[in-house]
């Protein structure tokens, strides 16, 4: 990785994914109408074919990481034989990875941009494709800003600063070594892992309140005004290819940046002449031909270099970090619907049932972004008036949102200390969560994971109340996929109908919890928040 000095001004800027898709859409329609590449002959695994050619014609079915794109599809021209037809495809490697752990078929020839997207921690139980090249070319990932953004000591202490922007790490490989860069760091700067995760939090809740206001749908170094303090992940072949901002910087700390090494690889079932053809590629872009088109697109040669690379952590915990960003980094849309039965009154070693889901939900309140909205009902036997199960304590709105002098998130702590005053009365459970869901799907927000969170440690008592068969019939009848809101369960002990809420769950697609144990709440609680 160079430094500032030595990298000079950047040239022209490679777009971030999502525009690289349309790119690669008009790319593709010019490359797809004639670009079937065709040179001279060789036969698989390296064995000389007759100079008229292959026994028979080939197909191969070869996906390149978008970095890579044109590099490689130069080198097909100089290297894929007569008898072989190659129409080369360009997909992150993570749309790739997911394909497969689905059930697709992996290519037969397939560079991504790094070797753990083609692990089993991402492509589940599809078959493992095999290594032919380590790296064909590199550039690390780095932190990019102009003239009034700093460098920091650490990569954690810059992601959780809030001012850095991100690649979607769920589609994008470079966004996933991002994230994970603090573990990957942690022991050069004096962190645990575990404080390294923790990093993750403010990160991607910084990010996810930057979508929910519209920011940040596309990632790259220009994305920001000159003065801006803000800093971008890109790639050095991004920053290196910049027009007109001579002002752009790599400030990546000093302790060493990720890198994308472009692995080649090989499918364990690819179709005949793909590891010649494979072969025939890495030996091109070997040579003075080959690492000359590698440097023109901004890339580097392999190898060296590699005290300024971190390693990254195992595949494993990239996949789980990404899993994490996914929980942490889309906010809560959540109507918070609450047992207030007298049944809640019920012992629970250290306080009643209620006592002890109003600690969790006070204690989880805490750790909310206050772009998270949260509404709050509580529901028994005519608790709102007669024929109304259920009555609304506050109506969903932001955390951080005035009202008279209080914000949401202060209401609804107020809210959670009276709710072992509230009780009373048998569980009108099946009119409350129909009532409860009309009420989410009005209120919907896009960019949020929205949801019903329905806690109860009963079952169904009203007698004028409609029934559970009618009851997911009409859960049916209002579900929207454009306006997709879960029903999640929370069965508070052994006595709650926990096969109700999976039933109302499932139609929803949300999920059901059983805290069978007093000291079980919270963590049940925290899980459901963050279910999505």
């Not at 941009?113 to 589940?124: C, K, N």
Request: proline share 6%.
């Amino acid at each position: 990785m160079q430094s500032n000095d030595q990298r000079g001004p950047g040239r022209a800027m490679m777009t971030s994914t999502a525009v690289l898709a349309v790119v690669v859409l008009v790319t593709g329609l010019a490359v797809g109408a004639g670009a079937t590449w065709f040179a001279l002959s060789r036969g698989d695994d390296g064995v000389a074919a007759s100079d008229d050619g292959c026994a028979e014609f080939r197909s191969v079915d070869l996906v390149v990481a978008p970095e890579m794109y044109s590099v490689v599809v130069a080198a097909l021209a100089d290297v894929t034989p007569d008898c072989v037809q190659v129409d080369p495809a360009l997909r992150p490697g993570m749309e790739v990875a997911r394909g497969a752990s689905l059930g697709s078929r992996l290519p037969d020839v397939w560079i991504p941009e790094a070797h753990f997207v083609t692990t089993e921690a991402f492509l589940g139980r599809a078959p493992r494709p095999r290594l032919l090249v380590k790296s064909l070319a590199r550039t690390h990932v780095v932190l990019v800003g102009g003239n009034a953004a700093q460098r920091f000591a650490t990569w954690g202490d810059a992601e959780a600063s809030g001012l850095v922007s991100v690649p979607n790490p769920e589609s994008s490989v470079v966004g996933a070594l991002a994230v994970t860069a603090p573990e990957a760091e942690a022991r050069a700067v004096g962190r645990t892992r575990d404080a390294a995760r923790q990093l993750l939090v403010p990160f991607a809740q910084a990010q996810g309140a930057r979508t929910v206001d519209g920011e940040d749908t596309t990632v790259q170094p220009a994305m920001f005004a000159r003065r801006s303090p803000r800093l971008v992940v890109a790639t050095e072949q991004q920053l290196e290819t910049v027009d007109g901002r001579a002002d752009l910087r790599d400030l990546t700390p000093d302790v060493g940046a990720p890198v994308l090494d472009f692995p080649l690889m090989v499918a364990a079932d690819a179709a005949p002449g793909s590891r010649a053809l494979a072969r025939a590629l890495a030996e091109h872009l070997e040579g003075t031909v080959g690492r000359s088109l590698i440097a023109d697109e901004g890339l580097a040669a392999p190898g060296g270099d590699g005290d300024a690379s971190l390693r990254p952590p195992a595949a494993k915990a990239i996949a789980e970090a990404v899993f994490s960003w996914s929980q942490l980094s889309v906010p809560s849309a959540m109507l918070a619907v609450v047992d207030a039965s007298g049944s809640m009154d019920a012992d629970a070693g250290n306080g009643s049932r209620m006592d002890l889901l109003a600690d969790a939900a006070r204690i989880g309140l805490e750790f909310l972004p206050d772009h998270a909205r949260v509404g709050l009902w509580i529901f028994s036997i005519d608790k709102g008036g007669p024929g109304k199960d259920w009555r609304e304590l506050e109506p969903i709105r932001r955390l951080d949102d005035l009202r008279f002098g209080r914000t949401q998130r202060y209401a609804l702590r107020e809210r959670a200390a009276q709710m072992s005053s509230l009780t009373d009365g048998g569980t009108g459970l099946y009119d409350t969560a129909l009532a409860a869901y009309r009420t989410a799907l009005r209120n919907y927000r896009p960019h949020y994971s929205n949801s019903v969170v329905l806690m109860t440690d009963g079952r169904n008592e009203d007698p004028g109340s409609i029934g559970l068969d009618q009851l997911l019939q009409r859960l049916e009848e209002l579900k929207d996929p454009d306006k997709p809101v879960r029903v999640v369960g929370i069965a508070i002990s052994g006595d709650a109908d926990l096969g109700a809420l999976r039933q109302m769950a499932r139609v929803t697609g949300g999920e059901a919890y059983l805290a069978a144990e007093p000291a079980d709440i919270l963590g049940v609680f925290a899980q459901a928040v963050l279910s999505r």
